[in-house]
């Protein structure tokens, strides 16, 4: 089975300045997706950002970049010049190509201060 | 509307009663997700359907029921609710070959009291 984890309960910025969200996972296999999904107090599962294992290349989506360390098993998320919309529970996940099972960890609670 | 839905978004209901969740999606997905969101657990996959009437267990199916006599329709039902089946569930779709990301419905609150 395939274990993510985030090790980080909660974190805390100041607006407009940047926070960096952690997440191991735990596989012996080489071809995976990753992801992040964030979740506002409105509840709604929203995809940020995606991962192929396979490319080096960091992905990026506007004010989100990842930091992708295959040999370590790492996935971390940046969020710059945070945003107070920014503020919501963060969900790093994971999936085997040709699976079905997407494993999340335990979430982050972001929380951006004006 | 385009999207996935679910419904109903809140339900309260007694131990024992039998309820039924309902998913709908309109962008023809091949797969469809019913997850349940604990404190502390993150997201645990109930049930899946690869395709229409093709269903198969997740990682905590106990308690749950569910059909795919449509590919747009993926209803979850509770047999005999249990207070430990009190969550917020959703339902999530994902189109198929190298598409691996899930869009998720807005959740149904379920509170079994």
């Known amino acids: 089975a395939q274990t993510v984890t985030q090790s980080q309960p909660e974190m805390s910025v100041q607006e407009a300045e940047t926070v960096t969200l952690s997440c191991t996972y735990d596989?012996?296999?080489?071809?995976?997706?990753l992801f992040w999904y964030k979740q506002p107090p409105s509840r709604q599962m929203i995809l940020v950002i995606r991962q192929e294992a396979y490319k080096q290349q960091n992905a990026t989506e506007n004010r989100f970049s990842v930091n992708f360390q295959k040999a370590a098993k790492s996935f971390s998320l940046k969020i710059s010049d945070s945003q107070l919309g920014d503020t919501a529970m963060y969900f790093c996940?994971?999936?085997?190509?040709?699976?079905?099972?997407?494993?999340f960890g335990a979430g982050t609670t972001v929380t951006v201060r004006a | 509307d385009a999207g996935i839905t679910q419904s109903p978004r809140y339900k309260i209901t007694e131990t024992g009663r039998q309820v039924t969740l309902m998913c709908h999606q309109t962008?023809?997905?091949?797969?469809m997700f019913w997850y349940r969101q604990d404190l502390g657990h993150g997201l645990r996959l109930i049930y899946y359907s690869a395709a229409a009437d093709i269903t198969d267990k997740g990682e905590v199916p106990d308690g749950y029921v569910v059909s795919r006599s449509k590919t747009e329709n993926f209803p979850l039902t509770l047999e005999s609710a249990t207070r430990s089946q009190t969550s917020v569930y959703f339902c999530?779709?994902?189109?198929?070959?190298?598409?691996?990301?899930?869009?998720f419905g807005p959740g149904t609150r379920l509170t079994v009291t």
């Open positions: 999530a779709s994902r189109g198929g070959g190298s598409s691996y990301e899930q869009y």
């Open positions: 996940a994971f999936i085997l190509s040709n699976d079905y099972k997407l494993s």
């Open positions: 596989t012996s296999e080489s071809n995976y997706y």
């Open positions: 962008w023809s997905h091949s797969y």
